[in-house]
T-cell receptor, first 114, second 112 residues
Framework: AQSVSQHNHHVILSEAASLELGCNYS??????LFWYVQYPGQHLQLLLK??????LVKGIKGFEAEFIKSKFSFNLRKPSVQWSDTAEYFC????????????FGTGTRLTVIP | ETGVTQSPTHLIKTRGQQVTLRCSSQ?????VSWYQQALGQGPQFIFQ???????GRGNFPPRFSGLQFPNYSSELNVNALELDDSALYLC???????????FGEGSRLTVL
């Protein structure tokens, strides 16, 4: 069975600090990997995705993530956070074949202090 | 905006009642998935509909059922509501087997 672990439940940073959120997944086959963000009162939005190719993927709003296959990891990074990045971040995975059902981690709440 | 709309946005039911939640998928999408997001948790997959048939199901009992209509919109029905069914129910649309889902804002269900 697939599972996703997000190591940090709540991260508090000051503006301009660098961000790295951890994500590890468990699955024996080939996967697609995603980071979604949920701003307060808004719907889940796709930040970035990895299907294949370059393991360093860039998303919206300056976010990037690196897929390290040997570590089953897909960590999210941003060099300099802004107050507007305050949100809940979810890592998700699905199998490359079959249904599109995503397995989500429990999420990391990011609070950015101005 | 994703173009996925859900209704109602909020509702309150009592234990034992039944509820129907509705979802209109994004234009051009043929697959609808439903997720349950309990407070403080990540979304959990309930089931997916493609070509008006269930095409995958998570670990949810049969009292969770759904429909997909020819226009690709969908309903989620929950019978015999329990207190633990209180959650945000998310609908997501996609093209089949593309791996990328577009979520609506959700329907928040409270069961008293």
């Amino acid at each position: 069975a697939q599972s996703v672990s997000q190591h940090n439940h709540h991260v508090i940073l000051s503006e301009a600090a660098s961000l790295e959120l951890g994500c590890n997944y468990s699955y024996g086959g080939t996967v697609n990997l995603f980071w979604y963000v949920q701003y307060p009162g808004q719907h889940l939005q796709l930040l970035l995705k990895y299907f294949s190719g370059d393991p360093l993927v860039k998303g919206i709003k300056g976010f990037e993530a690196e897929f390290i296959k040997s570590k089953f990891s897909f960590n999210l990074r941003k060099p300099s956070v802004q107050w507007s990045d305050t949100a809940e971040y979810f890592c998700a995975v699905n199998a490359r074949t079959g249904a599109n059902n995503l397995f989500f981690g429990t999420g990391t709440r990011l609070t950015v202090i101005p | 905006e994703t173009g996925v709309t859900q209704s109602p946005t909020h509702l309150i039911k009592t234990r034992g009642q039944q509820v129907t939640l509705r979802c209109s998928s994004q234009s051009g999408h043929n697959t609808v998935s439903w997720y349950q997001q309990a407070l403080g948790q990540g979304p959990q997959f309930i089931f997916q509909y493609y070509r008006e048939e269930e095409n995958g199901r998570g670990n949810f009992p049969p009292r969770f059922s759904g429909l997909q209509f020819p226009n690709y919109s969908s309903e989620l029905n929950v019978n015999a509501l329990e207190l633990d069914d209180s959650a945000l129910y998310l609908c997501a649309s996609s093209l089949y087997n593309t791996g990328e889902l577009f979520f609506g804002e959700g329907s928040r269900l409270t069961v008293l």
